[in-house]
């Protein structure tokens, strides 16, 4: 019985191989800037165009993800992207390796559900991320599927994932 399980266990964990990057070029240039990633990953989350503000804002949260300390405050008028910017360095810094687990601080615990979920559908929901990071893009959806009770198949397998580094600790500190 209990082999049998383990067996049924392995078999739908197993996502299968993962598609081939895309644009293996695109996707190298862009995780050596944060503002190009932001522009050739982000861009359909934008209505407008970029004003100087967030042309600086971009630096600095590159040079923040880059430094050994990371810390950050960012301070505007209401509707500047700020919340939207800095939740897509986290998804640049991850991506791009630079952070295995940064951490995103907000005001209160609806904030942080909506940053979790602002985070999950930039890496679902990017036609241009699922095609040059399946390796985030694949396991991260297969677990969204799971949550809902859905089967996702890859490969002619059910997708079965345990974990993805997206948790929340505490009610004012999420890690993605």
């Known amino acids: 019985m209990a082999e049998r399980s383990r067996q049924e266990h ?3 964990g197993d996502i299968g191989k993962l598609p081939d990057v895309k644009n293996p070029q695109r996707r190298e240039r862009a995780e ?3 503002a190009l990633w932001r522009a050739t990953y982000c861009g ?3 209505d407008f165009a970029d004003s100087r503000n967030h042309t600086i804002l971009c630096d600095r949260l590159q ?3 880059e430094s050994k300390s990371g810390w950050f405050g960012v301070m505007a008028p209401r509707g500047e992207a700020k919340t939207t910017t800095c939740v897509e360095s986290i998804g640049w810094s991850v991506a791009s390796g630079r952070k295995k ?3 995103c ?3 209160s ?3 942080n559900r909506n940053l979790v979920a602002s985070f999950s559908s930039l890496f679902t929901k990017m036609p241009t991320i699922a095609e ?3 390796e985030i893009w694949v396991p991260l959806n297969a677990k969204i599927a799971k949550r809902k009770n859905r089967r996702v198949i890859y490969n002619g397998n059910v997708v079965n994932i345990s974990s993805v580094s997206m948790y929340r600790n505490r009610t004012d500190h999420i890690h993605i």
Request: proline share 12%.
């Open 132 to 134: 040059d990071y399946p």
């Open 109 to 111: 615990a609806a904030t």
């Open 63 to 65: 040079e923040a993800i």
């Open 44 to 46: 359909p989350r934008h």
């Open 32 to 34: 050596r800037d944060f």
């Open 105 to 107: 601080f907000s005001s």
């Open 101 to 103: 687990f940064p951490a």
């Open 10 to 12: 392995e078999e739908v």
